[in-house]
């Protein structure tokens, strides 16, 4: 089945500081991959829309400026923390479907922790 | 998109058969009804997905009334490590959006 990968699985880092997760779909190409992020207890709120080749659509009440998604191949998607502050820890989320099969069925990657001391 | 009602929480013993509902009232003639299992700290995990009456795999059957205003996922003789939450979603894109979940607590 078709593989989805997140790089860090965890990482943390101080606060006013940037980080990367990486997203990547390992044996499939992916036009559009989302991002989501879910805190503790919650269900997934979805981000945004990394479309590659394009500019990434945000959801409402998420801040562009705060969330650089970069989907610069049809296997990799980058999510950016830009000045991270201890509120956006969280656990991230990407995901990914079939071109074509346009079901509802995702593949997700495993998720990326995000402490920010 | 349309929005999914399912219990919050359910509780069963191993070995049971656990069946989750989940109401979807206003699903779309295009929507497919699909469910997914998440473990603590992991990504969702597609379980099953179908369209109408009745879908079974290695893991789950899906029941599906001819209105498609719900639908009940079924778990035969659940174990431990079916303890999880479990998301009920109706799409016809990729483009997914949660409800709530339902958390499903197995114990021995």
């Known amino acids: 089945g078709a593989v989805v990968s997140q790089h860090p699985s965890r990482v943390i880092c101080k606060s006013g500081t940037s980080v990367k997760i990486e997203c990547r779909s390992l044996d499939f190409q992916a036009t559009t991959m989302f991002w989501y992020r879910q805190f503790p207890k919650q269900s997934l709120m979805l981000m945004a829309t990394s479309n590659e080749g394009s500019k990434a659509t945000y959801e409402q009440g998420v801040e562009k400026d705060k969330f650089l998604i970069n989907h610069a191949s049809l296997t990799l998607s980058t999510l950016t923390v830009t000045s991270a502050h201890p509120e956006d820890s969280s656990f991230y989320i990407c995901?990914?479907?079939?071109?074509?099969?346009?079901?509802?069925?995702?593949?997700f990657g495993e998720g990326s922790r995000l402490t920010v001391l | 998109l349309a929005k999914t009602t399912q219990p919050i929480s359910m509780d069963s013993y191993e070995g049971q058969e656990v069946n989750i509902t989940c109401s979807h009232n206003?699903?779309?003639?295009?929507?497919?009804i699909t469910w997914y299992q998440q473990f603590p700290s992991q990504g969702p995990r597609f379980i099953i997905q179908?369209?109408?009456t009745k879908v079974t795999n290695e893991v789950a059957s899906l029941f599906i009334p001819a209105d498609r205003k719900s639908s009940t996922l079924s778990l035969p003789r659940v174990s431990l490590s079916d303890t999880a939450v479990y998301y009920c979603?109706?799409?016809?894109?990729?483009?997914?959006?949660f409800g709530s979940g339902t958390r499903l607590l197995v114990r021995p």
């Open positions: 979603l109706v799409a016809r894109i990729h483009k997914l959006i």
């Open positions: 995901s990914a479907g079939l071109a074509g099969a346009n079901t509802g069925e995702l593949f």
């Open positions: 179908g369209y109408k």
């Open positions: 206003n699903i779309a003639t295009n929507d497919y």
